[in-house]
Antibody
Framework: EVRLVESGGGLVKPGGSLRLSCAAS????????MNWVRQAPGKGLEWVSS????????YYTDSVKGRFTISRDNAKNSLHLQMNSLRVEDTAMYYC???????????WGQGMLVTVSS | DIQMTQSPSSLSASVGDRVTITCLAS??????LNWYQQKPGKAPEVLIY???YLETGVPSRFRGSGSGTAFTLTITSLQPEDIATYYC??????????FGQGTNLE
């Protein structure tokens, strides 16, 4: 089965860190651009970050620049998001999302909840 | 950055109705647009890509149209299982790949 499975979320205090991981199964992500998208509780979707297939290019939404780092391990078929200096407003469901040459953002993980609260 | 303005924010319709949702881009994005459906507690799913192409497995009552800055998602005959929130998103050029604000279909 082709799927993406996120892990590593949870409750963290403001200023803390978390590392999200996304494991791909049923396909190889090595040649694909990968993304993180988040959704705050009761709110809309927000693109967070993207990484090219060979990790040469990374992109971030302005609100996370300098705090979040996207990375990938093609040998382990996985994607990561290191989140530092977390803020209350980073509280959201975080989705790992695949691009393909035909359809961008075509496959989404089930999501991982990150809660930033004191 | 390209802004996406989606309307309406909410919509009430009945089974069998024709439903139309609009998305306007602040700059020309050609046909680089996806439409998504999201049901409560679930991840979004692509309905339409490249503005007008139906993703595999999506019912033909979903139709996408438009190019440049104005786009439309039409459900030709609303079914009960179509109750969801719908989003547009552009992927023109380099990120950020902005989403519309969403349309809550009731």
């Amino acid at each position: 089965e082709v799927r993406l499975v996120e892990s590593g979320g949870g409750l963290v205090k403001p200023g803390g860190s978390l590392r999200l991981s996304c494991a791909a199964s049923g396909f190889s992500l090595s040649s694909l651009t990968m993304n993180w998208v988040r959704q705050a509780p009761g709110k809309g979707l927000e693109w967070v970050s993207s990484i090219s297939s060979g990790s040469s290019y990374t992109y971030y939404t302005d609100s996370v620049k300098g705090r979040f780092t996207i990375s990938r391990d093609n040998a382990k078929n996985s994607l990561h998001l290191q989140m530092n200096s977390l803020r209350v407003e980073d509280t959201a469901m975080y989705y790992c999302v695949r691009d393909t040459p035909t359809v961008y953002f075509d496959l989404w993980g089930q999501g991982m909840l990150v809660t930033v609260s004191s | 950055d390209i802004q996406m303005t989606q309307s309406p924010s909410s919509l009430s319709a009945s089974v069998g109705d024709r439903v139309t949702i609009t998305c306007l881009a602040s700059h020309d994005i050609s046909n680089s647009l996806n439409w998504y459906q999201q049901k409560p507690g679930k991840a979004p799913e692509v309905l339409i890509y490249d503005a007008s192409y139906l993703e595999t497995g999506v019912p033909s009552r979903f139709r996408g149209s438009g190019s440049g800055t104005a786009f439309t998602l039409t459900i030709t005959s609303l079914q009960p299982e179509d109750i969801a929130t719908y989003y547009c998103q552009h992927y023109s050029g380099l990120p950020p790949y902005t989403f519309g604000q969403g349309t809550n279909l009731e």
